[in-house]
T-cell receptor
Framework: KAGVTQTPRYLIKTRGQQVTLSCSPI?????VSWYQQTPGQGLQFLFE???????NKGNFPGRFSGRQFSNSRSEMNVSTLELGDSALYLC?????????????FGEGSWLTVV | AQSVTQLDSQVPVFEEAPVELRCNYS??????LFWYVQYPNQGLQLLLK??????LVKGINGFEAEFNKSQTSFHLRKPSVHISDTAEYFC???????????????FGTGTQLKVEL
């Protein structure tokens, strides 16, 4: 069974640009969540989607947005990039939204903003 | 709000020695507890989780953790470490029963385990 797949794995963007990251969850998983990992702030929750609906959102500015498609694949978008947005963005999937479900992570997308 | 504290940012240990990575949490409500491992340039892998029942939880790669409600701790242990255990370890919680928050993990700052020969 394939794991959580994230694309692209590495990318470099310029300040002010926007970026879209893609995530394909494990087959059958309907919940997708996104996390940002930086050396300074650690791992922080961005948002979670289930059945194409955002169920929860972390404390990030509106420049960070996401969506989920009917096949459970998800994308996140960051507009007007800032240097501080340089981070590892991790996608995670889970069968459902119950707190006891195991959450599986992808290998992440490394974003560098210059 | 809940928080997770991992007091040790780095733990050096010799191969075949035992190790304990500490995790304390604060929450006024019930939580589920998790330990994840992150190898260099990779994502997170679940080591083990505590939902309910026995307070001693066994995970993959020989790791185990013990839930202590009175001390609000969930320390990770391994009786004999290997070089390949060198990685960063994260403790995390999920609030039980939080509407819309079923998969919102709150992580600690991580502990870098360095196993030396």
């Amino acid at each position: 069974k394939a794991g959580v797949t994230q694309t692209p794995r590495y990318l470099i963007k310029t300040r002010g640009q926007q970026v879209t990251l893609s995530c394909s969850p494990i087959s059958g998983h309907r919940s997708v969540s996104w996390y940002q990992q930086t050396p300074g702030q650690g791992l922080q929750f961005l948002f979670e989607y289930f059945s194409e609906t955002q169920r929860n959102k972390g404390n990030f500015p509106g420049r960070f947005s996401g969506r989920q498609f009917s096949n459970s694949r998800s994308e996140m978008n960051v507009s007007t990039l800032e240097l501080g947005d340089s981070a590892l963005y991790l996608c995670a999937s889970s069968p459902g939204t119950g707190a006891g479900n195991t959450i599986y992570f992808g290998e992440g997308s490394w974003l560098t903003v210059v | 709000a809940q928080s997770v504290t991992q007091l040790d940012s780095q733990v050096p240990v010799f191969e075949e020695a035992p190790v304990e990575l500490r995790c304390n949490y604060s929450s006024s409500v019930s939580v589920y507890l998790f330990w994840y491992v992150q190898y260099p340039n990779q994502g997170l892998q679940l080591l083990l989780k505590y939902l309910s029942g026995s307070t001693l939880v066994k995970g993959i790669n020989g790791f185990e953790a013990e839930f202590n409600k009175s001390q609000t701790s969930f320390h990770l242990r391994k009786p004999s470490v290997h070089i390949s255990d060198t990685a960063e370890y994260f403790c995390a919680v999920i609030i039980v029963g939080l509407t819309g928050g079923g998969n919102k993990l709150t992580f600690g700052t991580g502990t870098q385990l360095k196993v030396e020969l």
